[in-house]
């Protein structure tokens, strides 16, 4: 069951992502890889160098100035998914570049299948970006598979050099990296849609049964915690308190002062009902100005003592308007329901003594018959 306290967790979450962590995951995901792309093109600058492969020395002096240039450009970008697929595009060719001048035994090309999970994860409303990057990258990758498998077909022959194996070790390296940030990436994104949706549905299930101006519980809601109050009682074979209240002469507050006026009497009388019941049973706005509360597990006399309370603080409040004040009043009706009883019933004899209540003169609870 989704608790209100999973309620607060995911919404703090949800917030804190959305407006105070908004750099960070800006950071994270953007300006991270472009950094980590330009240390891996530096470092690969230093190892071809030393190899003497110099085609790609000059490429990765290119990559290197073309990455000091996306970090430049991404502060100010803000497109900055555009700056990501330039520089998955760059790693496409630096790939194609080094398996053509090295050979498959370093293994390059298998950041070819490597950024297309990367380019499916990464935030984008284009589908298409994704598909189409996938569809460069395999079939460049099974060419290059299928040309360079004959060894001796590369431009520069590094058999029986201890590069092939520092390039191969570097590359896995980079490889696992590439894999951790998609897994990091995913499993952030994942859990971040997934409170997401549990606040939507959390946001629905409120709407559908709660009341708008009042907050408090609808009327098909309080059906079902009447069912569920009555199947306890059952259980436990103790009774339960409904009670009906009803402000007096609603309508002339309407009429005398406006229907505005009338809404904050609603939603304060709304309060002081919740206040009054507490953590002990469950509040309804049953109808127009009409209220339902239920005490689980309570006796006639809980509920005389609770509905007192509610008559009396209702009484008390007053209502300022410029520099008129009113106050009103409520008649209450309660039921004392036994387990063998149908609600409706139970409810029905409640409401029949709210209206006892009313003809014998408002501001009062009735118990009885």
């Known amino acids: 069951m989704y608790t209100d306290q999973q309620y607060k967790k995911d919404l703090a979450f949800i917030e804190k992502i959305d407006t105070k962590a ?42 290197v100035s073309f990455y000091a240039l996306l970090i430049i450009l991404a502060r100010f970008f803000k497109e900055k998914l555009n700056l990501v697929y330039a520089s998955m595009i760059e790693i496409i060719l630096h790939a194609v570049a080094a398996t053509v001048c090295v ?40 060419l290059l598979r299928f040309i360079y498998i004959i060894p001796g077909r590369e431009r520069y022959d590094m058999s029986g050099s201890s590069y092939t194996n520092v390039f191969y070790a570097i590359n896995i390296l980079i490889g696992s990296f590439v894999l951790i940030y998609v897994a990091l990436i995913f499993t952030c994104m994942n859990y971040y ?14 709407m559908a049964s709660t009341d708008p101006l009042t907050k408090l519980n609808n009327r098909r809601e309080m059906g079902r915690i009447l069912n569920n109050v009555v199947n306890e009682s059952r259980k436990k074979q103790k009774n339960y308190i409904v009670g009906i209240g009803d402000i007096d002469d609603f309508k002339k507050i309407n009429d005398s002062y406006g229907h505005d006026i009338g809404d904050d009497v609603l939603s304060n009388v709304a309060k002081i009902i919740t206040d009054n019941i507490d953590s002990r049973g469950y509040v309804a ?35 300022k308007i410029g520099n008129k004040e009113f106050s009103v009043t409520m008649t209450i009706g309660i039921c004392e329901g036994h387990p063998e009883n149908n609600v409706e019933k139970v409810i029905s004899r409640a409401d029949s003594r709210l209206y006892k209540g009313k003809h014998s003169g408002k501001d009062r609870v009735v118990s009885a018959d």
């Open 22 to 63: 908004s750099n960070k995951v800006v950071f994270f995901l953007y300006f991270f890889p472009l950094i980590a792309c330009l240390v891996a093109h530096v470092l690969y600058l230093v190892l071809f160098y030393l190899a003497d492969i110099h085609s790609m020395v000059k490429f990765n002096i290119g990559s």
């Open 103 to 142: 050979g498959l035994k370093p293994d390059f090309c298998m950041f070819l299948l490597m950024i297309i999970p990367l380019a499916f994860l990464v935030p984008n409303k284009n589908k298409v970006i994704p598909f189409a990057i996938m569809l460069i990258s395999v079939p460049t990758y099974g």
């Open 193 to 206: 849609y997934e409170c997401k949706a549990r606040i939507q549905n959390e946001q629905l299930r409120i």
């Open 285 to 319: 706005r049953w109808g127009g100005e009409e209220f339902l509360f239920v005490l689980p597990c309570s006796e006639l006399a809980d509920g005389m003592v609770c509905s007192d309370n509610i008559v009396r603080s209702i009484r008390k409040q007053r209502f």
